[in-house]
């Protein structure tokens, strides 16, 4: 590590705020060009205290930039964790209100929920597929805290890998009902299609996301609980919003999950 506590506690407080007021700052490594991969998850183990101190309960992870199209569109290429809170958590059809947010974009994923802890090192798709207890279609909001959604991949862990909302919806199936690769993918702004893939746009299989995220956890001393919510990274290329926006996300056999900016 080369940031003392004082620093990564300065720098988690402020991103938080950022979050909490909506509103964006420069990419904390122009100030802080020396911080490393310990410094950066160690600001965001800090945003997740702060958050349990003030009564939010966890409820899972993300994988963020697990897939060519998002590693193109951010200009980073390997992919990052972070953890969703019960706050983050929108009702399936319901509002998210615009003017709490930075500059949102919305991401179609593919949601999984564990029945049973999961642990790496040695973690791996077969592994991930046993202990999942169901996938469900999801969108993950995301709000880069940093201007103009301008980062590098430390500043992005830093700042909890830009999670600011998610919704999950449509038909929960056993993952030994859907083919994750295959599986297609529409996701429609305001009833036009926008994005199309499949899932296998996620590291060859959304379940790899999954393992890559238990690697890096058990690589930590932690481990995903069972009963956890994971989302295993867009699909597609993020896809810019505002109020007035209506997005649904189409998955094919899984049914559909909506929401609407306000
Ligand atoms: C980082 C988060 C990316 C995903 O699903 O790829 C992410 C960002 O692009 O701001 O959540
Ligand atoms: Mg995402």
Known sequence: MKLDPATIARLAEHLENCELQGRDTPKITDDHPEMDWDDAYAIQDEIRRRKI??????????????????????????PCFGFLADCF???????????ELI??????????????????PG????????????????????????????????S???DNTSAARFVVGGRALPVGDVDL????????KNGEPVAFGAGAAVLGHPAAAVAMLANHLGARGEAI??????????ITEAVAVQAGDSL???????????????
């Open 53 to 78: 101190a003030r009564n939010a309960r966890i409820v899972g992870f993300k994988a963020g930039l697990t897939s060519h199209a998002k590693m193109k569109q951010m200009g980073v290429s390997t």
């Open 156 to 158: 992005v862990v830093a």
């Open 225 to 234: 609980p069972a009963g956890s919510l994971i989302l295993s990274g867009g």
């Open 89 to 99: 958590a929108l009702a399936e059809g319901g509002e998210c209100k615009v003017s």
């Open 123 to 154: 973690c791996h798709i077969g592994a991930v597929l046993a202990a999942t207890d169901f996938v469900m279609p999801a969108m993950e909001v995301i709000d880069s805290r940093y201007r103009d959604f301008k980062f590098d991949l430390k």
């Open 181 to 188: 690769r295959t599986v297609g993918i529409v996701l429609e």
């Open 248 to 262: 649904a996300l189409r998955v094919q056999g899984m049914g559909s999950v909506g929401m609407r900016f306000l």
């Open 103 to 120: 500059h949102p974009k919305v991401e179609p994923e593919i949601a999984f929920v564990t029945k049973r802890a999961l642990q790496g």
